[in-house]
């Protein structure tokens, strides 16, 4: 079982930046692939960053050079930093986690058996 707990969503204007984490409560000793997805209003959730327990990680182009996921394996936490935030961007933030998932299904919510509650991210122009 895993559960995720995430925070750090909060209203910036546009060109700001935020930190959000994402706390994992995990009871074996196998470790996720760990991903983050968003859903704006009227639209379907889509995958934003992955990382798997390697270190590999995979972004979203919309987010690419502008994003970046990381984790802190000893306190089980895994980040997503925020730059250069438009208000496209503006939308729930979901922390997720998954096993055996493939390279080409990272991004695919489907994977991904576990989810947070979610985190708002909203920007102003």
């Known amino acids: 079982q895993v559960q995720l707990v995430e925070s750090g969503g909060g209203s910036v204007q546009a060109g700001g930046s935020l930190r959000l984490s994402c706390v994992a409560s995990i009871d074996t000793p196998n470790r996720p692939v760990m991903g983050w997805f968003r859903q704006a209003p009227g639209k379907e959730r889509e995958g934003v960053a992955s990382?798997?327990?390697?270190?590999?990680?995979l972004y979203a182009d919309s987010v690419k050079d502008r994003f970046t996921i990381s984790k802190d394996g000893p306190k089980n936490t895994v980040y997503l930093h925020l730059n250069s935030l438009t208000p496209e961007d503006t939308a729930m933030y979901y922390c997720?986690?998954?096993?055996?998932?493939?390279?080409?299904?990272?991004?695919?919510?489907?994977?991904?058996?576990?989810w947070g509650q979610g985190t708002q991210v909203t920007v102003s122009s």
């Open positions: 997720a986690a998954g096993y055996d998932i493939t390279w080409d299904r990272t991004l695919s919510e489907d994977a991904y058996n576990y």
């Open positions: 990382i798997y327990p390697g270190g590999g990680r």
